[in-house]
C-alpha cells in the first residue's frame, strides 16, 4: 500500500537498507537515475551512485539519525535534496532520499 502512494509521485523517492543496498525506487527516481537501459538499482549499492564525500555523508546519517538537505542545479534544473534516515522498532533502519525540481518563480514567505 505504502509504495502506492509514492509511485507516481512527481519527485524522485529512492530508500536503501541500513547498508546502502536500494530498496525502493519510484518511478521518478527511476527516470531521474537509471542510464542505458537499466531497469532498476534495486538490489545495488547506494554508494555504488555517489562520490566518496558523498558516501561518507550517507554513512553518517546512517549512524547518527541526523537529516542532510541542500540543493544542487544539474542539466539547468535547480533540485532540492532532502536525505533522512527511516526506522524500524526505534532503530534506524536505512535512509530516504527526495529530490525534487525546485521552481524558479517558486516563492518564499517568511511567517
Known sequence: MTEQIFKNLPFA???CDNNGVII???EKSCATFLKNGTDTLIGKSL???HNPKSVEK???ILETG???SYT???NGLKKLIYQCPWFKNDEIAGLVEISLVIPE???HFVR
Do not use: G, L
Request: with cysteine.
Open 66 to 68: 541526523i537529516s542532510n
Open 58 to 60: 550517507i554513512k553518517e
Open 13 to 15: 523517492v529512492t530508500a
Open 105 to 107: 518563480d517558486m516563492p
Open 72 to 74: 544542487i542545479e544539474k
Open 24 to 26: 525502493y525506487m519510484n
Open 47 to 49: 554508494y555504488d551512485c
